[in-house]
C-alpha cells in the first residue's frame, strides 16, 4: 500500500473502530466514581448551583440527571436504613452500585469487613471496590519496608475472599500505582479465586513507567471493573507531572484500550474517574523514586520519557489556585465534557440532557 494511500484509509480505519465500538456498547451508560466529585462530595462550601452531595442518595439523583448507569462510592458510614434506600433508588433509576471499602487487616477486622459487605448487599451491591495501598513511590523510600508491606498482601486478600465467598460477591482491586503489572498478575494467580478480580484504572501505572496500553492489555483477563481514565502529562526537571483529563484530551488510546476489554473482560462496568485536582509528581529522574524498583529496566524510562516529550503539555492547570466556586464549576464541565466524549466517539449512550447540560457551561 502506498503511503498516500495508507494517510487516505486512516479516517475510514479510526470510523470503523468507533462503529465497532458503538455496537459492543449499545445502550450501556457510563459509570461514575465518586473521586470525580472530589470537591462536591461531602463539601462544606455552599453553592447554589452546585450544592454539596451529602451521601450517596443525593449523588444518585444528579446522576440519574446525567445519566450515569453505575456509580461506585464509598459506604463505610452506612447503616440498613441507607442501603435500603440506596436499593430502592437503584430500581427506580435503573442505575448500578459498587460499594468502595477498606479491606480487613488483620482477622480482628474481618468482624467489620463481614459487618460492611453484609450492608452492601441489602444496597443491591455485588461487588465491591477497594484498594491496596498509595504510590510506591511516595510511600515507600527503602526497598526493605516495601517488601515487607508486599508479604502481607495475600494475607489481607486472602482473609477478604473468605468473605467474599462466603457472601456471595466479588472484590475489585485497584492497581494505585502500588504494584507493577507483573505483580499485580503473580498476585491474582496466586489467589486463583473468582471471588477477588481487578479494578483496573487505565492510567494509574504510567506513574510506574508502564506502558497503559500494555497495562491494560496483560490485566484485562483479571478485570472486574474499569476507572475509565484520560492522563494528561507535562515535562519537569526531576521526571514528570500527570493528572486527570476529561476523555478524550488526554494521551490515551482509549478507544483501543476499550475494544481489549470488551474482548477479555466483557462484562465489566466502566466508571469515569476524572478527579479535578492538581498534578501528580513522579520525581523519576531522582534516585529516590528507583529505591523500590531494583530490577526496572531503563528502556522503561526512556520509552516515558519519550512519550512525555512527545505528547506532554507546556503546563498543566492548577487546581488547588482556583476558587471553591471555580472548581466546582470546573469539575462538573470536566464530568459532562468526558461523558459527552463517551458517547460520541467511544460507543457509550448518550442522553439528550446532557448535551443541554453541557452547552450551559
Request: proline content about 4%; overall charge negative; aromatic content about 6%.
Amino acid at each position: 500500500m502506498l503511503r498516500r494511500d495508507l494517510l487516505l484509509s486512516l479516517p475510514t480505519l479510526l470510523a470503523l473502530r468507533n462503529s465497532t465500538l458503538a455496537a459492543t456498547f449499545s445502550g450501556q451508560r457510563l459509570g461514575l466514581a465518586i473521586q470525580s466529585y472530589a470537591h462536591r462530595w461531602k463539601s462544606s462550601h455552599s453553592s447554589l448551583k452546585y450544592p454539596a452531595f451529602r451521601d450517596a442518595l443525593d449523588v444518585m439523583d444528579h446522576g440519574r440527571e446525567i445519566g450515569v448507569g453505575s456509580l461506585q462510592i464509598d459506604m463505610t458510614d452506612w447503616d440498613r436504613g441507607l442501603a435500603q434506600k440506596v436499593h430502592s433508588s437503584c430500581e427506580s433509576y435503573d442505575m448500578k452500585i459498587e460499594g468502595s471499602l477498606r479491606l480487613p487487616q488483620a482477622v480482628g477486622d474481618v468482624d467489620r469487613f463481614t459487618r460492611e459487605i453484609k450492608i452492601g448487599k441489602e444496597a443491591g451491591v455485588t461487588l465491591f471496590h477497594t484498594v491496596l495501598g498509595g504510590a510506591r513511590y511516595e510511600v515507600f523510600t527503602r526497598l526493605a519496608d516495601y517488601e515487607q508491606w508486599k508479604s502481607t498482601l495475600r494475607r489481607t486478600l486472602e482473609l477478604a475472599e473468605t468473605v467474599a465467598r462466603k457472601q456471595g460477591v466479588q472484590i475489585a482491586v485497584e492497581n494505585h500505582q502500588d504494584l507493577q503489572t507483573s505483580e499485580w498478575i503473580e498476585l491474582m494467580d496466586s489467589l486463583s479465586s473468582s471471588q477477588i478480580g481487578i479494578c483496573l484504572d487505565t492510567g494509574s501505572n504510567l506513574g510506574l513507567l508502564e506502558s497503559p496500553l500494555e497495562v491494560v492489555r496483560r490485566l484485562a483477563p483479571y478485570t472486574l471493573s474499569v476507572h475509565l481514565k484520560d492522563v494528561a502529562v507535562h515535562a519537569v526537571e526531576d521526571g514528570f507531572e500527570m493528572t486527570a483529563a476529561p476523555l478524550g484530551q488526554g494521551i490515551l488510546d482509549l478507544p483501543e484500550m476499550l475494544s481489549i476489554l470488551r474482548a477479555d473482560a466483557p462484562r465489566v462496568e466502566y466508571h469515569l474517574k476524572m478527579p479535578t485536582c492538581d498534578a501528580l509528581h513522579v520525581p523519576c529522574m531522582r534516585d529516590a523514586y528507583w529505591s523500590t524498583f531494583p530490577e526496572k529496566s531503563g528502556i522503561d524510562l526512556a520509552r516515558t520519557l519519550t512519550l512525555i516529550q512527545k505528547k506532554g503539555l507546556p503546563k498543566l492547570p492548577q487546581i488547588s489556585s482556583i476558587s471553591p466556586e471555580g472548581k466546582l464549576v470546573l469539575e462538573e464541565k470536566n464530568i459532562l465534557d468526558s461523558f459527552s466524549y463517551a458517547g460520541s466517539s467511544l460507543g457509550f449512550y448518550q442522553i439528550q440532557i446532557m448535551k443541554a447540560q453541557a452547552e450551559d457551561h
